[in-house]
T-cell receptor
Framework: KAGVTQTPRYLIKTRGQQVTLSCSPI?????VSWYQQTPGQGLQFLFE???????NKGNFPGRFSGRQFSNSRSEMNVSTLELGDSALYLC??????????FGPGTRLTVL | AQSVTQPDIHITVSEGASLELRCNYS??????LFWYVQSPGQGLQLLLK??????LVQGIKGFEAEFKRSQSSFNLRKPSVHWSDAAEYFC????????????FGGGTRVLVKP
């Protein structure tokens, strides 16, 4: 089975722009979670989608949003980018609950 | 609130020596515990997990971990380290009401000396 794929792998944006990241889960997995990884804050949970519904949400501002499509693919959007949004964004998929498989991540740099 | 502490930020070990990485957690319900490994520029790979049952769990790459409820710990061990084990290791807790929301420790970076 193919693993979790994320596109693009690298992205450079400037402050104030918006960005959309994409995640394709492992075939058959219906849960997709997003995490932000930074040197200062470590790995932090953003949100989880299951069957197109947001099931759980972390403590991030409303500039961070996501959605899931009927084929379980998920997108994450960040509006009005700030320098502090520079991070590795990781997507993870799960068949049901608890055991998650991570993608390679999207490295976002905000200038 | 749930939390995970990995007391050691860096560990240096000689190739062939044993390795133990510490993890302490705080969780209100029965925890589901995980160890992940991350190589530079890569995503996270699941090494092993504990949901219930036998408190000593075996994982991939020769790793094992022991769940000790009385100490709120889930330490990772490997009897003989290989140079390819140099990476960053993360302990995580989830489950219960948190569902798939994982709370991660700060990570331990392992350096392997030849």
């Amino acid at each position: 089975k193919a693993g979790v794929t994320q596109t693009p792998r690298y992205l450079i944006k400037t402050r104030g722009q918006q960005v959309t990241l994409s995640c394709s889960p492992i075939s058959g997995h219906r849960s997709v979670s997003w995490y932000q990884q930074t040197p200062g804050q470590g790995l932090q949970f953003l949100f989880e989608y299951f069957s197109e519904t947001q099931r759980n949400k972390g403590n991030f501002p409303g500039r961070f949003s996501g959605r899931q499509f009927s084929n379980s693919r998920s997108e994450m959007n960040v509006s009005t980018l700030e320098l502090g949004d520079s991070a590795l964004y990781l997507c993870a998929s799960s068949l049901a609950t608890y055991e998650q498989f991570f993608g390679p991540g999207t490295r976002l740099t905000v200038l | 609130a749930q939390s995970v502490t990995q007391p050691d930020i860096h560990i240096t070990v000689s190739e062939g020596a044993s390795l133990e990485l510490r993890c302490n957690y705080s969780y209100g319900a029965t925890p589901y515990l995980f160890w992940y490994v991350q190589s530079p520029g890569q995503g996270l790979q699941l090494l092993l997990k504990y949901f219930s049952g036998d408190t000593l769990v075996q994982g991939i790459k020769g790793f094992e971990a022991e769940f000790k409820r009385s100490q709120s710990s889930f330490n990772l061990r490997k009897p003989s380290v290989h140079w390819s084990d140099a990476a960053e290791y993360f302990c995580a807790v989830g489950g219960g009401a948190a569902g798939n929301k994982l709370t991660f420790g700060g990570g331990t970076r392992v350096l392997v000396k030849p």
